[in-house]
């Protein structure tokens, strides 16, 4: 059932990707700001709270509905957990920002990109290289399939072997949110405890998405490369888990994405460093990477899927 509950979810946010505004996700966005308002206290044991009820809740009702609809009809309860990939899952949540970044790169308008960048990532660009826009591009775009779509598998994976249904998917994708959005502002909200409960989750969280999506890059593309990367360098892409993905995709797709690391006032000759610089056709070799892994999971899927029924 977990095998074609996905397909559909993809096949559908394909065809008719969620809007930005949707209510699903504004409700959820409100849910989390009501529980930051009232529990966010600026001590840590509130901060926890608060993190469990705000991911927690919503997870929860995920998997009760399942359950009570699969004592009606599986049917139903079915339809249900696509619906909820349906809104949890899928590339079109940020895809349209690479496609758009891309295609102006492709007629070299690097200022354009530049533009479509800053408002995707919401910072400034205008100043950015090529070679560092097309980084950016990479490592943003990796980032974003990893948490859309290849973490949200792997937990929905997780819960639903153990029997919660969709619940996996809502709790990997409001933890995500979390971490994010409940940064400490100077404005003091959300309170530091708030963000470090927060932060600290999120690591948890990802822990084994994360090293998850590194091998399936890892097996669709250079593997060697990847996991020398990923073992040996992944502390210089970037902190926690993340890290961990850009250091498997660096070595899959054969692109330099840390910056070289300076010792004794020169550069060091770490493997990494001998990669080329991201290049415009790097980004096709990103979106190769990606497709290529989905398939990969999806037919590890359905062979237990179909392991499970002949058993």
Known sequence: MSFFAILIALLLEQARPLAHDNRVHAGLRGWARMVRR???????????????????????????????????????????????????????QFSHHFSEIRLALDVGDDAAARDKLAQWLQVDASSLPRTELLRQVIEHSVLSAHRHVFGVL????????????????????????????????????????????????????????????ALGFAIVGNFEEAVASWRGDAER????????????????????????????????????????????????????????TVVLWMLLLALLTLARLVG
């Open 38 to 92: 009232n529990l966010d206290t600026g001590q840590s044991a509130h901060g926890w709270t608060a993190w469990a009820l705000a991911v927690g809740v919503p997870a929860l009702v995920a998997g009760l509905v399942y359950w009570g609809l699969w004592q009606f009809s599986t049917v139903m309860a079915f339809v249900w957990m696509v619906g909820v990939l349906y809104v949890t899952l899928g590339f079109r």
């Open 154 to 213: 792997v937990a929905f994976v997780v819960f639903w072997v153990l029997g919660l249904g969709p619940a996996g998917a809502v709790f990997y994708r409001m933890a995500e949110y979390l971490s994010r959005n409940w940064r400490a502002r100077p404005n003091g909200a959300p309170s530091e405890a708030l963000h470090q409960a927060a932060a600290l989750a999120w690591q948890w969280v990802d822990l084994l998405p994360a090293r998850v999506t």
């Open 237 to 292: 892409f970037a902190p926690g888990s993340d890290g961990v993905v850009l250091a498997a995709t660096s070595g899959a797709i054969n692109v330099r994405l840390a910056p070289q690391l300076e010792m004794n006032g020169t550069a060091e000759d770490a493997d990494s460093s001998l990669r080329p610089d991201p290049q415009l056709a790097h980004l096709g070799s990103v979106v190769g990477l990606v497709w290529r």
